[in-house]
């Protein structure tokens, strides 16, 4: 087998043979083909794009390059979710502890935000004591005593995607749709979930813009799983508008605390909620009532005791920016449009983000919204708040935010985007 043969075939529009992609890609964890080489096969692919067979066996080798987890020794049902990504996307924060109190295992393998996306071991590090890397021993402890465990993926799991995500990153090559679902699937199916909801975000603020695109996604991911027998459902959800009133990390948790209190934006109850009845739907607990759990402090309970089994404490203060700007409206009238990315690429260039893996995070760094698309505001009232430790990366926040919200006259009607734009189970297509 050569690595040129295969870059060849797939820059020529043929199909790989199973052969091929399970040489390729064990070739490549070994560091027998080189970066470059891989980066050439990954824009192929991202050109010419892969076939139903050619994904399950790219899937199928990603798993193999690593180990395997097994839950099947705990006493309840493992349910898990993947999010596609957005902005001020914090529902892994209520949604774990949520589902638990409702009796399924939540296994959550998370990562950290690269670009405009957050990520969710960025938003629990602001918690004071808080640790995200846990062996494999102290991560079944949680799971089995608290019911959710949110935690860093292990070296071991899917290394290959390792290595592959971090070149895709710099090559341009994260957006192909067959290197997206086996990428996330390779490291959910390893993880050995029973049961797994995909969140697949469409907008401005995802990687998926289209629905169309989102559909193919969530279509390719539901068939992998379901293949893999993992039961997969996937929900097609907005991402043209930030999620909830905040993007940034101690921000969100912040967010996230109110909502397992009981408050929080709709919106951000709405997704945690429906999430959660399909997370407990694929565990095979049809019966549990998650909004009851929200209302009676069960979920809080877990999320305490999940909090401090990770030596977080979940009554210390937040880390707070120490500098604001607040951006006012310029004109009273209906907020029609506030855009996901804008605000994302505002909330990662104030510090709440990084771009490049090594990069450190401000705990406090973000924007806060005062309004959602619907709202009538009143010319001069607060907008958006930014908040930093870095007062020199403001005007750098605000370029990102020109142009990123419409204002119409007072009075003008306001048709909202749903929440949930799609549900994909399988049989798919
Ligand atoms: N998340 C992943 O884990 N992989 C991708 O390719 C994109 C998002």
């Known amino acids: 087998m050569d690595v040129i043969s295969v870059i060849r075939a797939k820059r020529d529009g043929g199909e790989l043979s199973p052969e091929q992609i399970d040489w390729v890609i064990d070739a490549y964890t070994r560091g027998e083909v080189a970066d470059e080489q891989m980066s050439a096969l990954a824009m192929a692919i991202l050109l010419n794009g892969m076939n139903r067979a050619e994904i399950a066996r ?5 798993i193999a390059s690593g180990e395997r987890m097994d839950f099947s020794a ?3 049902p493992t349910a898990d979710k993947h999010s596609t990504g957005g902005v001020g996307d914090k529902i892994t924060l209520p949604l774990a502890p949520l589902v638990a109190a409702c009796g399924a295992a939540v296994p959550q393998l998370s990562g950290r935000g690269l670009g405009h996306t957050g990520g969710t071991l960025d938003k629990l590090e602001s918690i004071p004591g808080w640790r995200a890397l846990l062996s494999n021993t102290e991560m079944l402890d949680v799971l089995e005593s608290t019911g959710a465990v949110i935690c860093a993926a292990g070296d071991g799991l899917a290394p290959a995607d390792r290595k592959l995500y971090a070149l895709r990153d710099v090559t341009g090559t994260v957006e192909a749709i067959p290197l997206i679902a086996s990428s996330i699937m390779s490291k959910k199916i390893a993880e050995g979930t029973g049961s797994l909801v995909l969140d697949v975000k469409v907008g401005s603020g995802a990687f998926m813009k289209t629905v169309e695109d989102a559909r193919e996604l969530a279509a390719t ?17 907005d991402m043209s508008t930030p999620l909830g009133l905040t993007a940034g990390n101690a921000l969100e948790v912040r967010e996230s605390v109110e909502v397992l209190a009981g408050g929080g934006p709709a919106d951000v109850v709405e997704l945690t909620l429906a999430l959660a009845r399909e997370m407990l739907d694929a565990a095979g607990l049809k019966d549990a009532d998650p909004a009851k759990a929200l209302a009676d402090g069960s979920a809080m309970d877990v999320w305490r005791r999940m909090i401090a089994a990770q030596g977080g404490d979940p009554d210390a203060a937040l880390p707070v920016a120490r500098e604001r700007h607040v951006v ?9 449009r506030l855009d996901a990315y804008g605000v994302g690429v505002a ?24 309004a959602r698309p619907g709202d009538e505001i009143t010319a001069g009232r607060p907008l958006l708040t930014l908040h930093t430790d870095t007062p020199e990366k403001f005007d750098y926040a605000l370029e990102a935010l020109e142009g990123a919200y419409d204002l119409a006259p007072s009075g003008t009607s306001y048709r909202p985007t749903p929440v949930v734009l799609e549900r994909i189970s399988y049989p798919v297509g």
């Open 221 to 237: 991911m539901v068939g992998l799983g379901t293949d893999h027998g993992v039961r997969t459902v996937a929900l097609l959800t």
């Open 347 to 370: 909330a990662w260039r104030l510090g709440a983000g990084r771009a490049r893996k090594e990069d450190p995070v401000q705990a406090g760094a973000g924007v806060e919204l005062h």
């Open 328 to 336: 006012t409206a310029p004109s009273s009238g209906v907020l029609t």
């Open 74 to 76: 705990l006493s309840r």
């Open 58 to 62: 790219w899937t199928a080798a990603m």
